[in-house]
């Protein structure tokens, strides 16, 4: 082999990174005073404590062994600035009118009158003020969590009516799941002095588990558009999405591709819709319908796409196409219900907004 001269070595290394999506040999291991750095440049100029944002971010990446890249640092925070604008806990407008309408919700599910829910919270918290006016001034979503917690073994019926119903189920700089965090909790590099859902709504917390809903798992999407609709939607929901419509194209179905596999509650002898297209060519597909359901069930990790369902879909499904194979990766359809929303948003504005958040970053 002809030695490469040593003029060309450094634009060679480069126009191989490039075409490789560069591998870890073409960009070695930055240390932490590195990664702290570029987050302090990339960190808006007039956020309070900038030095510990950038610290709580690169320690969340070093306790999870990510790749701190530049374009996974952007990542992360065009999700924080969509989500909070880099506020651990943000305030969320109405809070008030949302936790009242919560409390009543849970009362007419349990039958519970009308003018009991209205006794009880007339009654003195410790601070002197009645729950209701404690209700009428919250501001956060962590006031609001910790006021539930305390009506629970304070105000009379509170065990009925608030036990295991806290309606805050998001916390946090990135609006991360509390039971996500619950669920990931091993590996967690601080001390759980309290609960998981009050680490959730501390900055390091919140970034930690934010992070590793993030970037805690593998994709290979050729956007990153995809991996911010599955940080809405779920893990893999953009694969999935895209698997739906193969799945359509396939069975000739209409289907929605809302990246949910197994429809909630589904069983054997009523699946939903993508089971349901997908027995329908189980001869084709050389499965029967337990093993259709044994795929679908691996819906939310790594490990669907080596299954035999998934490839003989997209096998039949690229087949009866244009020529061009079907999408890996599409934005799931899904429109977004929460009460703190008050007009129609959708994962696809979720995953744009955020989007376009990470390109400006990488800009900067």
Same mark, same amino acid.
């Given at each position: ?13 480069? *126009? ?20 702290? *750095? ?8 007039? !956020?309070? &404590? ?21 374009? %996974? ?62 209700? &009428? ?6 006031? !609001? ?101 193969? =799945? =359509? ?19 054997? &002898? ?24 044994? *795929?679908?069930?691996?819906?939310? %990790? ?5 299954? &035999? ?49 990470? %390109? ?5």
């Amino acid at each position: 082999m002809t030695p490469v001269p040593r003029r060309h070595r450094v634009p060679l290394l480069l *126009a191989l990174c490039l075409g490789i999506a560069c591998l870890p040999a073409c960009e070695p291991q930055r240390t932490p005073e590195q990664v702290r *750095a570029e987050l302090l440049r990339k960190l808006p100029a007039t !956020l309070h &404590d900038r030095d510990g944002w950038a610290r709580d971010i690169q320690a969340a990446f070093a306790a999870q062994r990510l790749d701190a890249s530049t374009s %996974n640092l952007c990542a992360v925070l065009a999700v924080i600035e969509q989500e909070s604008t880099y506020r651990a806990d943000p305030p969320v407008p109405g809070l008030a009118k949302i936790a009242r309408a919560e409390i009543d919700r849970r009362a007419e599910k349990l039958h519970v009158p009308h003018f009991m829910v209205e006794a009880a919270l007339r009654f003195h918290s410790p601070d002197g003020r009645t729950y209701a006016q404690r209700i &009428d001034a919250l501001r956060t979503e962590q006031e !609001l969590s910790e006021l539930f917690e305390e009506m629970t073994h304070r105000v009379p019926m509170g065990q009925r009516l608030f036990a295991r119903y806290n309606p805050v189920r998001t916390g946090g700089p990135m609006q991360v799941r509390i039971d996500f965090a619950q669920r990931h909790l091993r590996g967690y590099p601080y001390p759980v002095e309290g609960s998981v859902r009050s680490e959730v709504f501390s900055r390091r917390g919140g970034l930690y588990f934010g992070i590793k809903h993030l970037l805690g798992y593998p994709v290979d999407y050729d956007r990153s558009l995809y991996r911010f609709a599955d940080f809405n939607a779920g893990w893999y929901a953009s694969r999935n999405a895209a698997f739906q419509q193969a =799945a =359509a194209i396939a069975s000739g179905t209409q289907l929605v591709r809302d990246g949910d596999l197994l429809a909630p509650g589904a069983t054997m &002898d009523k699946p939903g819709a993508t089971e349901t297209a997908l027995r329908r060519i189980a001869p084709r597909l050389g499965l029967d319908a337990a093993g259709i359901r044994a *795929a679908l069930a691996q819906g939310r %990790n790594a490990s669907f796409a080596n299954t &035999d369902l998934y490839q003989r879909v997209y096998a039949i499904a690229d087949g009866m196409g244009t020529g061009k194979p079907v999408v890996r990766a599409r934005v799931p359809d899904i429109a977004l219900d929460s009460p703190k929303i008050t007009r129609k948003l959708t994962t696809a504005w979720f995953a744009e907004r955020v989007n376009a958040r990470w %390109n400006a970053c990488m800009v900067r």
